[in-house]
């Protein structure tokens, strides 16, 4: 009798591959003339190592030491899955999922970007961190709903300011996204390196209302104002929580679609943390 694997953080749980199952696209087995041919690695062991790859951060050389499968089966395997847009869909079915059991709170989003390392990228994405003696880095600008559930994300050089970003974030929205409406306004919150009047015209054109801050001023309306609710730390904690996906921590990935997959792999797994159904 198998045991239940439960999430762990490290492992593939049983409730995590029950969403991502169905995703995945059918394989077909190629013919060989001798009607045989090498038996597939199924691909329950196959997301175990990716997942792995995901956590730990390691060279995907290093599976080959785990027992779980070949680097070169999981990378293959990633690629194929990449390409299938599987990633992108499981994150954008644990958002819809989310808000089927508790609600998307469009009233309050929040937009932050962050900078990390890419030290071996080499694509037109990563750029010079003026915060990191001019090393290659990659931005990555998010938007959350009123909760912190991230709604959309994008990717860019970390010479990129975060302002340039606005309008491919609040564009890139992976749900539809409710019409405001005078009753029902959609805010948007964000720091003092937003504060400029494209973004404020950005914003209006898409239908939100901008409240920048300027670093610390929330911190001081709590002390001010009891009853004052900070909203704007959402995203800062999920981009905490996407830093602990260590192989987003410092990006290694080349390409920008393996590297934005791995993004939506992250994003997924929080996604549907949030709704409940991950134990």
Known sequence: ????????????????????????????????????????????????????????????????????????????????????????????????????????????????????????????KPGRNPTDRGKQGVKRSLLTEGAGLPLAVAIDGANRHDMKLTRTTLEGIIVPRPAPTPERPQGLCLDAGYDYDEVRTIAAELGFTPHIRPRGEEAEAVVRHPDFKPRRWVVERTHSWMNRFRRLLVRWEKRDDTYLAMVHLALGIITWRATGLLG
């Open 1 to 124: 009798m198998s045991l239940a694997v439960q999430d762990d953080g490290w492992r593939l749980s049983d409730a995590l591959w029950a969403q991502l199952n169905p995703l995945l696209p059918v394989y077909q087995p190629p013919s060989h003339p001798l009607g045989c041919h090498r038996r597939r690695i199924e691909d329950r062991v196959v997301m175990e190592g990716i997942l792995f790859v995901l956590r730990t951060g390691c060279q995907w050389n290093a599976l080959n030491a785990t027992g779980i499968c070949s680097s070169s089966t999981a990378h293959r395997r990633f690629l194929e899955w990449v390409e299938a847009g599987v990633f992108e869909r499981f994150w954008q079915a644990g958002v819809l999922k989310y808000d089927e059991l508790q609600g998307i709170d469009w009233s309050w989003l929040s937009l932050d970007g962050t900078m990390t390392k890419a030290p071996l990228a080499g694509s037109k």
